[in-house]
């Protein structure tokens, strides 16, 4: 999953034992949890990136974002002859995939309980998780594959195949192929407009920093509203 669409990073020691106080933090935890929360962080922390790489080095940022934005800009300055379509199809890779394993252990260790979390903590997860749970039950490993196109962030679905005991090497093959699928769609993209997404992307560098700027307002304006929203949904 990438960056570009962190999932809430819950506390899973709370969300793995009724009385988690007497509970101690084990290494496996550290190695689950960790991950997700440096990945939340980053997504917001890496905002700025977007906008200062993505007309002069489109692969970089595709590397260490696998923004949309990055994916589309690199597809086109694949067309143009800049950069390879081989590299633009492989840089987003990692970046998009590294937390995914930790999803999916977090619902092989913590099981159903961590699922029940997120149904306590916000309404809105309680409608996400039961339309998941319904992909899921019905439609299996296709569900990992295909979990970058569905209404459902992707993490339940991974949540539910470590919970439903799918072998390791089953899911990151099928959490692989979904990804490479989900690249290819961007790059395609920005491939079919050749110069045009090259333009736009380099004019937003261009005004990177009115770029930056407004981004983190808007980044702010919705941590406020979102804020705001969720206690009167509870209400």
Not at 145 to 164: I, K, M, Q, R, T
Not at 173 to 190: R, S
Request: glycine share 8%.
């Amino acid at each position: 999953m990438s960056p570009e669409s962190p999932a809430v990073a819950p506390d899973f020691e709370d969300a793995a034992v009724p009385h988690a106080a007497h509970r101690h933090i084990q290494w496996q935890d550290v190695l689950i949890v960790g991950p997700i929360i440096v990945n939340t962080i980053y997504y917001y922390a890496g905002i700025p990136l977007n906008a200062l790489f993505l007309g002069s080095r489109p692969i970089f940022l595709s590397l260490i974002r696998g923004s949309t934005a990055a994916m589309i800009a690199t597809g086109g300055f694949a067309r143009i002859g800049s950069v390879s379509l081989v590299a633009a199809l492989l840089a987003p890779i990692p970046i998009s995939m590294w937390t995914d394993p930790c999803y999916f252990y977090a619902g092989r260790r913590y099981g159903r309980r961590i699922i029940e979390y997120y149904e306590r903590n916000d309404p809105r997860w309680r409608r996400r998780i039961a339309r998941g749970e319904r992909f899921f039950k019905r439609w299996g490993v296709w569900t990992v594959v295909f979990a970058p196109f569905l209404p459902v962030p992707s993490a339940l679905f991974y949540l539910a195949a470590g919970e439903a005991g799918m072998p390791f090497i089953l899911f990151i093959l099928a959490d692989l192929f979904g990804t490479l699928m989900y690249i290819g769609v961007w790059v395609g993209a920005g491939w079919l407009a050749g110069q045009h997404a090259v333009d736009v992307a380099q004019t937003i560098t261009h005004y990177a920093w009115w770029v930056v700027g407004g981004s983190i307002l808007l980044v702010i304006v919705w941590s406020i509203w979102s804020s705001m929203r969720a206690p009167r949904q509870q209400a």
